[in-house]
């Protein structure tokens, strides 16, 4: 098609009939904008935002916001693709090399094109995505409690809920993390009155799967400590120093109530009823004992020894940010290196375990930053834990949170992180952000479409 071929007038008519539509939509735009706020709760007195905001009902006084939903999609398509039609008609304007020196005003009509039309367009495309709507679901919706009591981007940003990116459950057996700044406990009011119904100074109910659950829904740290927890039955004392580190402790240390298993032979991983699906091989010595000091055929696989080369008798205290049963901690031990392993009972006593083999087990979720000071820790390793399931955003805090524990010349240790192949560039993305040192660097292949990815990274100085 040869726009120079149009005598002007039609040219004229086309981009009048463009003007009427755009007049239209704008309208369109303008009025389901100006509901959204005004059903966000933006003419609405405090106590009423949230009623209105997170409402149960989907239609407010005759409005049906199923149908305004619905209609505000249609919107945006039609919109896009008007977009794209404009674009392409000024694509083929200029594409005519008569365009210059022949009719200026034709020129006229592209700049009239990009300036008036397509950038107009852009922005209210561009502002209509970024209102948002409360998520329509259907029966109740009691998400994101508190969400608009607070102004600022950044806040609202954390303590969303951010929904796995494979729509699967997430290890913690979750369709979404729940950042959380305590204001979780809004949305679990049932559950956590329930769980401070207790008696002060008696017994604690034996209860400790809900307290986990609240922890992992967002309502962290819980309020619970006037009451005397319950021990086992038969406690015995821990294994001697030089012998607990592996060995698989005394089942009757555990209290085993909330568990498939009821005891530790039992949590084997030839047992397809142990309880749990991460760290399957945990509970098993044998298949310990190998881990990070044993040459494998994998690129991903570091050894301990190697890493510790990289900064001899630098490395002292760190993190160990994962799932399992301590061994990575034992096995640094021996270095000399003190590491405290994060630890969720999960389907088996991995806090015990830990605790059990005499290393240190920190009882957090991904929920919050990590309660260390800012500089002092010299490792983070993480394996087994953050995989391809995690949202970009809810990567992003905690990876700048590990940058902030970490000191300057500190080590990053990612271990075996896996996501499927299309995904690699994103998180390479997140991993490289920080411009660490790069001391290794692996990718292999974990299954057809699926990668593993290893790196150790040292922070910078960042004196300022
Ligand atoms: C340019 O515009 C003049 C009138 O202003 C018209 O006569 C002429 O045909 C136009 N040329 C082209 C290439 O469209
Ligand atoms: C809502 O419920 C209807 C039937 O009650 C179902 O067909 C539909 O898929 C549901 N939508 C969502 C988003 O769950
Ligand atoms: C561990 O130490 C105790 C004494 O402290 C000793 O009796 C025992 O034999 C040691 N066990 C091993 C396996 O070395
Ligand atoms: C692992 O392999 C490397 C070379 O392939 C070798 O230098 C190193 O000694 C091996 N380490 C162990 C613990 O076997
Ligand atoms: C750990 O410390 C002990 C006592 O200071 C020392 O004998 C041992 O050689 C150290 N081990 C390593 C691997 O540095
Ligand atoms: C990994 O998989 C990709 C695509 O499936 C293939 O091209 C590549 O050669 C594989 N690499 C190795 C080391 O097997």
Not at 242 to 263: A, F, K, M, Q, T
Request: aromatic share 12%; proline share 4%.
């Amino acid at each position: 098609m040869k726009m120079s071929c149009f005598p002007r007038y039609r040219l004229g008519r086309i981009l009048g009939m463009f003007q009427i539509i755009l007049g239209a939509l704008v309208i369109m735009v303008s009025v389901s904008s100006l509901y959204r706020f005004y059903s966000a709760g933006f003419f609405i007195h405090n106590e009423d935002i949230c009623k209105q905001f997170y409402g149960v009902r989907d239609v407010y006084e005759g409005f049906d916001v199923m149908a305004l939903s619905a209609a505000v999609d249609e919107v945006l398509h039609k919109m896009l693709s008007l977009q794209e039609t404009l674009e392409s008609t000024v694509e083929q304007l200029e594409k005519n090399k008569d365009l210059s020196k022949t009719n200026i005003s034709m020129l006229d009509y592209k700049n009239f094109i990009q300036q008036q039309v397509i950038q107009p367009l852009y922005t209210a495309h561009i502002t209509l995505r970024q209102i948002r709507l409360p998520k329509i679901e259907n029966g109740t919706t009691n998400e994101d409690p508190l969400i608009n009591t607070f102004v600022t981007e950044e806040i609202k940003k954390y303590i969303t809920p951010k929904e796995n990116r494979v729509g699967k459950k997430n290890i913690y057996g979750t369709e979404k993390v729940y950042n959380t700044i305590g204001h979780g406990c809004v949305s679990m009011k049932k559950e956590l009155e329930e769980y401070m119904d207790y008696d002060i100074g008696s017994f604690c109910k034996d209860d400790w799967n809900i307290a986990q659950n609240l922890m992992i829904k967002g309502c962290d740290p819980l309020p619970r400590r006037r009451c005397l927890t319950r021990a086992s039955k038969l406690y015995q004392k821990p294994y001697p120093i030089n012998e607990s580190l592996w060995r698989i402790p005394d089942g009757r240390n555990v209290r085993w109530s909330h568990y498939s298993c009821r005891n530790f032979e039992c949590l084997s991983s030839k047992n397809p009823k142990r309880g749990f699906s991460k760290c399957i091989g945990c509970f098993e010595m044998e298949k310990e004992r190998v881990k990070w000091v044993i040459n494998t055929t994998v690129s991903t696989d570091f050894l301990i020894e190697d890493v510790l080369r990289v900064k001899p008798g630098e490395i002292r205290v760190g993190v160990d940010f994962g799932i399992g049963t301590g061994t990575f901690a034992g096995r640094m031990r021996e270095h000399n290196v003190t590491i405290v392993s994060t630890a969720l009972n999960l389907g088996a006593p991995f806090n015990e375990m830990i605790a059990l083999r005499g290393l240190i087990p920190l009882y957090v979720t991904l929920n919050q930053r990590l309660p260390f000071f800012d500089n002092t820790m010299d490792l983070i390793h993480t394996t087994g834990f953050m995989d391809g399931w995690i949202d970009l955003q809810l990567m992003d805090f905690i990876l700048f949170d590990w940058d902030r524990v970490l000191r300057p010349g500190g080590l990053l240790w990612v271990d075996r992180f896996f996501c499927s192949r299309k995904d690699l560039d994103d998180y390479m993305y997140m991993f490289l952000q920080f411009r660490y040192k790069k001391h290794k660097w692996a990718i292999s292949n974990k299954s057809k479409d699926e990668v593993f990815l290893s790196a150790l990274l040292e922070k910078p100085p960042r004196s300022l």
